[in-house]
């Protein structure tokens, strides 16, 4: 829980600063540093995005849907960061849980 709630703060502040996108299409077409995807995402969707971005790294994050929407209040599954410091920084707080 103490893992969420740290990329739920960094993708709070990415996303003030502008620099995370949220959603299949401004994922594809913006050039991210890096994806996450739900647990729930759809298996067809993570298809489809492993197909349209093959040299971006996608990490699983220990989320759902539902708990991404409570904080941005839209339902989104993929959230892209097109910053290197926030990704990097990301990384790290998922890397350090497992």
């Given amino acids: 829980m103490v893992q969420s709630k740290k990329i739920?703060?960094?993708?709070?502040?990415?996303?003030?600063?502008?620099?995370?996108?949220?959603?299949?299409?401004?994922?594809?077409?913006?050039?991210?540093?890096?994806?996450?995807?739900?647990?729930?995402?759809?298996?067809?969707?993570?298809?489809?995005?492993?197909?349209?971005?093959?040299d971006t790294e996608i990490l699983e994050i220990d989320l759902t849907k539902q708990d991404l929407s409570e904080v941005f209040h839209k339902q989104i599954a993929i959230v892209g960061i097109c910053d290197e410091g926030f990704s990097v920084g990301i990384k790290q707080v998922i890397s350090n849980s497992e």
Avoid: H, M, Q, W
């Fill in 8 to 54: 739920i703060n960094l993708l709070t502040i990415c996303r003030k600063a502008g620099k995370a996108v949220f959603g299949f299409d401004p994922c594809v077409g913006a050039n991210c540093e890096l994806l996450l995807v739900t647990t729930d995402i759809s298996p067809k969707t993570l298809k489809d995005l492993k197909y349209k971005c093959p």
